[in-house]
């Protein structure tokens, strides 16, 4: 059974930077698409990135594009969310998600996910 589980989280000013890391363990499997997603209060969760087992794709919703970096560390089993420039509105439970697929592939569907973290608290002031 595969785990996952976040860590980085905290609370940051607006404009400051957060990394968060997801370590993957237990994997059954040699590769997996790999996404980030958030939820805010009263809200929908909602994708942020995705990014392939390889490390050599990964996609950006436009609210974070050019704020937010998706990467992998490939000896360590570990993804990372670089979030720089954040804005109170960036304040959420975020989680990481993996499914099985190929070594490029991304997944960009929270329902075709099949595992999940159990979240870590990003807190943005103004």
């Known amino acids: 059974q595969v785990q996952l589980a976040e860590s980085g989280g905290g609370l940051v000013q607006a404009g400051g930077s957060l990394r968060l890391s997801c370590e993957v363990s237990g994997r059954t499997t040699s590769s997996y698409a790999m996404g980030w997603f958030r939820q805010a209060p009263g809200k929908e969760r909602e994708f942020v990135a995705a990014i392939s087992w390889s490390g050599s794709t990964t996609y950006h919703v436009p609210a974070v594009k050019g704020r937010f970096t998706a990467s992998k560390d490939n000896a360590k089993d570990t993804v990372f969310l670089q979030m720089n420039s954040l804005k109170p509105e960036d304040t959420a439970v975020y989680y990481c998600?993996?499914?099985?697929?190929?070594?490029?592939?991304?997944?960009?569907?929270?329902?075709?996910?099949?595992?999940w973290g159990q979240g870590t608290q990003v807190t943005v002031s103004s």
């Open positions: 998600a993996a499914t099985p697929r190929a070594l490029h592939t991304i997944v960009v569907v929270d329902q075709q996910y099949d595992f």
